[in-house]
């Protein structure tokens, strides 16, 4: 016989095992003995005021760091609270476990407390894998199941329900399974007949670029990039997390992969060849439009997720391996040789990387601040090294024009799910990644009201996050396409007037200023950046201002057509 340990030391110990040093948490009595098991183990335990933020925590934390982000709550309503986060790191592949309770297996269908629901089939469609721990002696085994499927790619949010009987029970210690291949992390190289397929569409292209995306974005893939762009002048473009996958300033940095649709309006040819490493074709590269992906462009893709590649056209070359280990075995292949005419070509194609920030000359209007003054304030005080958090629609692509880092997984934002509220989480997610780093959450005031409690989580436990609102009164991106489709000041359910989010922060305990006009903008940050705690910026911008996003995802319709013209998507046509 052994020594008799509950379920909650089980799930502990292999949390511990699989290297997880934080989770996120929102305290519920069917957890206890997890929690418990956590302080004893020496896994921190940082709490929140809702349980979609703490999942969004638990996201930003993945992303980045790169390893397990663990969310801990409650049954029922708790868990209901926090399939948001759930479907927003499944759709970005970032690996975050989910542990959430259940009421007790030997009430069921007794009505029991937070009861009554099967949580397991809500979670599969939002994740990766989801499951039950059917019995105490399984919670070993099956929680490494659950890291693995997290954790190798194509990686994803997981959900472990874990009933509280189950977690409560005590059992031998011998009888428990064992965590096996709790820390399996395979890292797949391509063939060397792709690799070499690769090098060759390279050298026989004229215009290539190279399109980062998140599954590039890790130290050891920005360190092989760096080698690689040593040798070879290849223009890389980036999209989302992979942002600073070169360092700002690079000579290959070619910014946000959106600048490749502005090529044509400058004179410059499309790309004949685009790799995409480690990125999906989908709406953040244009969709089916051709404008960021040219339709003319051979492909190469490079994708942990074999069903992903050659999703929306087809693809001259698909590469299911790790990004790193693909630029690494394609910077041997070619073995210095280049394109002809590749540094030519890349300074053509980084030629139209300035040209947005030209389109904004006036930093003030009658009726506010430019919001993409007011972004890049934000970006020249805390600098390339700080890690920045963008939410809202509008304001986040504001701020993602804006900013500029020297590593990747350092500016985190809106994937595919499109999720508004995600900013204080994913700030206090980041902060506690990087401790040693400058956080900035700069958001809009639509975004700010869904998890505004936060705030609290974030002076509860003394985290420096500098929150900035670009506070135009407005839903813009809703309000703005509004009165594109319908014309003059149209507007319904999309002003948002009177509030002051500065007196509600400081309400909070944070540091927190309210900033009109443009010239005090600089000052208001330097003293946020320096108050050594947390700190609120609340700045007032034009709301007529209209990002060209919202221009460009409304699309057009020649006059005399019957198209139907549709927020967000494509048109649909009139046949």
């Not at 400058?266 to 480690?278: F, H, Q, S, Y």
């Not at 958090?389 to 990747?408: C, H, K, L, T």
Request: proline fraction near 6%.
């Amino acid at each position: 016989m052994g020594q008799r340990v509950n379920g909650g030391q089980l799930l502990a110990r292999t949390l511990k095992a699989a290297g997880v040093k934080r989770a996120f948490a929102l305290h519920g009595g069917h957890l206890e003995a997890l929690l418990k098991g956590c302080v004893e183990e020496g896994i921190a335990l940082t709490d929140f005021r809702h349980e979609s933020a703490a999942g969004h925590a638990a996201d930003a934390y993945a992303r980045a760091t790169g390893e397990l982000g663990v969310c801990i709550i409650t049954a029922g309503p708790g868990f209901t609270n926090g399939i948001t986060a759930m479907a927003n790191a499944r759709l970005d592949g970032s690996p975050v476990l989910f542990i959430v309770g259940a009421p007790p297996l030997r009430e069921v269908e007794t009505n029991p407390l937070q009861g009554g629901i099967d949580q397991v089939a809500m979670a599969r469609p939002a994740t990766k894998w989801a499951f039950s721990i059917p019995a105490t002696e399984r919670i070993a085994d099956l929680t490494a199941m659950a890291v693995r499927k997290a954790m190798t790619l194509p990686r994803g949010s997981v959900l472990l329900e874990v009933p509280i009987d189950v977690l409560h029970m005590s059992v031998d210690e011998t009888r428990a399974q064992p965590p096996a291949g709790v820390n399996v992390r395979p890292c797949p190289a391509p063939a060397p007949a792709e690799t070499a397929a690769l090098a060759d569409l390279l050298l026989a292209a004229r215009r290539p670029v190279l399109i980062a995306g998140s599954e590039a974005a890790t130290p050891a893939c920005a360190a092989a990039l760096a080698a690689l762009t040593n040798r070879l002048p290849l223009p890389v473009f980036t999209k989302g997390l992979a942002t600073g996958v070169l360092p700002d300033g690079h000579p290959c940095d070619g910014g946000a992969a959106s600048n490749l649709a502005m090529l044509p309006l400058i004179g410059v040819e499309a790309p004949d060849l685009v790799i995409l490493l480690g990125g999906k074709l989908g709406l953040l590269l244009g969709g089916r439009s051709g404008a960021i992906v040219p339709h003319a462009a051979k492909l190469a893709q490079i994708h942990g997720d074999a069903a992903e590649i050659g999703r929306i056209r087809d693809v001259d070359l698909a590469i299911a391996a790790d990004c790193t280990e693909t630029v690494r075995a394609l910077d041997a292949a070619l073995a210095g040789r280049a394109p002809q005419g590749l540094a030519e070509w890349r300074a053509q194609a980084l030629s139209a990387s300035g040209l947005f920030a030209t389109m904004f000359p006036d930093a003030e209007t009658a009726q506010g601040i430019h919001p993409w003054h007011a972004a890049r304030a934000v970006a020249e005080a805390a600098g390339p090294d700080a890690v920045y958090v963008f939410d809202g629609g509008e304001a986040a692509s504001w701020g993602g024009a804006a900013a500029r880092v020297n590593a990747p997984a350092r500016v985190l934002s809106h994937g595919y799910l499109g999720c508004l509220g995600i900013g204080p989480g994913f700030a206090i997610g980041a902060q506690l990644a990087h401790p040693d780093r400058r956080v900035v959450h700069l958001t809009g005031d639509g975004a700010l009201g869904f998890h505004i409690q936060e705030f609290d989580t974030m002076v509860r436990h003394r985290l420096p996050v500098v929150n900035v609102v670009l506070n135009n009164q407005v839903w813009g991106m809703s309000i703005h396409g509004q009165q594109i489709m319908f014309g003059g000041n149209y507007n319904v359910i999309s002003k948002l007037e009177g509030t002051c989010y500065a007196d509600i922060a400081r309400a909070f305990g944070l540091h927190s200023e309210r900033v009109a006009r443009f010239a005090d903008l600089a000052p208001a940050l330097e003293r946020a950046l320096a108050c050594g705690g947390p700190a609120f910026i609340e700045v007032m911008t034009d709301a007529d201002v209209v990002h060209p996003v919202t221009v460009s995802m409304l699309g057009q319709v020649e006059e005399g057509s019957r198209d139907v013209l549709i927020p967000y998507y494509e048109n649909i046509p009139a046949d």
